[in-house]
């Protein structure tokens, strides 16, 4: 059974995560009771993942929630609301975080006194979180059954149980898949410059005793060429209701190059990362985030002074270059504009 440390956990009133921006060299875990410390977490991108900061913002208005002290629930309510307008700022395109914070503002809103809506908020965070983790582990009991022994396996980015409450989305196929003693390989991308794959998945799928090489972002189609990947497995930021993704930065030129090769191009998601409200690209923000994110690493300079610099957070992947949607409610093959809405309705 998969042994790994707890991402994000609710500990009466205190939230202790993983501070991910520190793996692999420590594991090193923030505690707090403070909602805009979580939020700040969140924004710094000391937790990430799409699920996972949709558990983090909840438990935003759920510290705010156990922590109040006044005695009026329109304060009470109005409070919450505008916590919940700036934990929204902290990251705009994974859909899962304002998901989250709808969920609990409306049932904050059923409340008839104080007490009942601080008590509903808290529940409703912990129950987004079991959710999820539920969810993730139906996941990977689904796609487990498209991996075969002796797979090589390809993904980019963190989709995996830091990604999430736990089990993770691109990465719980192949935690059930070796707990059915199926042996693998997978071929984790960088992904640069915040380098999720070589830091976090290289690192957990190692403490899961999965064989994990690690490979530049750029060496996507000599890979191809020559590793013989079998399968490509990604998570999502964002599912719009005719199958688009966002997904971290280097799923679109992975999906492309699967596309010329024949390897089939799975995307592993919660249902709670699709967004009906949105049919296309544009019907969103993609993250822009700070240049010196890609000329400083780690506090390193590796470009020259007053070189300039651009960063997308993410990039959009068309849905006809996916095989399909490993959700928790099984596979959803193309036609996407119909199998997804069907999925989720």
């Known amino acids: 059974m998969l042994r790994l440390p707890r991402t994000i956990e609710w500990r009466d009133g205190v939230v202790r995560l993983i501070n991910q921006k520190e793996l692999p060299d420590k594991l090193v875990y923030t505690e707090t009771h403070d909602w805009r410390r979580l939020a700040k977490a969140i924004k710094d991108m000391e937790i990430r993942g799409a699920p996972a900061i949709g558990v983090a913002a909840a438990f935003s208005l759920a510290l705010f929630a156990w922590h109040y ?28 975080l304002f998901w989250a914070v709808e969920r609990v503002i409306s049932r904050a809103r059923t409340a008839t006194s104080l007490e009942e809506a601080r008590k509903g908020v808290i529940e409703e965070a912990l129950r987004i979180q079991k959710e999820d983790e539920e969810a993730n582990r139906k996941i990977g009991e689904i796609g487990a059954d498209l991996i075969d022994d002796g797979d090589t396996i390809i993904t980019v980015c963190n989709a995996g149980s830091l990604a999430t409450s736990y089990w993770g989305t691109a990465t719980a ?6 707990e059915r003693g199926k042996n693998f ?35 996507v189609g000599i890979l191809a060429m020559r590793e013989r990947i079998d399968l490509a497995i990604v998570g999502a930021d964002r599912v719009t ?38 049919e296309g690209p544009g019907d969103f923000e993609i993250e822009k985030r700070d240049p010196n994110e890609v000329l400083i690493i780690k506090g390193i300079r590796i470009a020259p002074e007053g070189a300039k610099a651009i960063y997308y957070a993410f990039d959009l992947t068309p849905p006809q270059l996916i095989t399909g949607f490993i959700t928790e409610k099984g596979v959803l093959y193309p036609p996407f504009g119909k199998t997804i809405p069907r999925a989720l309705l």
């Open 69 to 96: 002290t006044g005695d009026s629930l329109e304060e009470f309510l109005s409070g919450l609301e505008r916590v919940a307008e700036e934990v929204k700022q902290t990251r705009p395109t994974a859909v899962n």
């Open 173 to 178: 196929p192949m935690y059930v898949a070796k």
């Open 185 to 219: 390989r997978v071929i984790a991308l960088e992904t640069r410059p915040y380098l999720q794959g070589a830091r976090l998945t290289a690192w957990e799928l190692m403490q899961a005793g999965i064989d994990v090489t690690i490979a530049t972002d750029n060496s």
């Open 241 to 278: 209701r005719k199958g688009w993704v966002a997904n971290k930065l280097g799923t679109y030129p992975l999906a492309l190059v699967s596309r010329v090769h024949n390897i089939p191009f799975y995307v592993a998601a919660p249902t709670s990362s699709f967004d009906l409200n949105a």
